[in-house]
């Protein structure tokens, strides 16, 4: 018995043209990705900061002490100083009024409280200060207003700020 009509299916031409389409869509489409997956990072990373910061902020309300976010030390385990951030940071009690550098005579609560690693090297975080001090009441007090801006390496990287008042409202426009 034979058959009669046409045999359905693709052709090798057929399935190397829809390759081929693929394929360019794909090299189109790769540093769009690329700039997401970045945009994505820095955005993750900034909101990691307010987060802390609004921690360190609340502890100092909560525990009726100071408490700092600062720059970590070459160790990790201390405040350091400048105003690069990119190593990383703490967020730690500070036991006295006008310290620059975590309490190590607080036994009965974790310090430092929170430790960040380094950021992404694709990421720039750099403050107006080596720390961020939150007085029992949330404000900065003598401290005044800080900022950390987060910037990006890649070509057409908006930066992005955390802005820390005086009075202890912390804002990321």
């Not at 700092?68 to 690069?84: E, I, M």
């Not at 967020?91 to 310090?111: E, I, K, L, M, R």
């Not at 939150?134 to 910037?151: D, E, K, S, W």
């Amino acid at each position: 018995m034979k058959f009669q009509g046409r045999q359905s299916g693709v052709t090798m031409v057929e399935l190397m043209i829809v390759l081929s389409i693929a394929a360019i869509l794909a090299t189109l489409a790769a540093p769009s990705f690329s700039s997401f997956i970045n945009n994505t990072r820095q955005t993750s990373t900034i909101t990691e900061v307010v987060s802390d910061l609004n921690l360190a902020r609340s502890e100092a309300i909560k525990r009726n002490s100071w408490v700092l976010v600062c720059v970590r030390n070459a160790a990790g385990t201390n405040c350091g100083t400048g105003s690069n951030w990119q190593k990383g940071w703490l967020v730690c009690y500070a036991g006295a009024a006008g310290a620059t550098s975590c309490d190590a005579a607080t036994t009965d609560n974790p310090n430092p409280i929170r430790v960040h690693q380094a950021i992404n090297s694709n990421l720039t975080l750099t403050g107006s200060a080596a720390l961020v001090r939150f007085n029992p009441n949330g404000t900065q007090g003598a401290g005044g207003a800080a900022t950390l801006t987060l910037t990006g390496t890649w070509s057409g990287a908006q930066a992005k700020v955390a802005k820390i008042a005086a009075t202890g409202l912390i804002s990321r426009p």
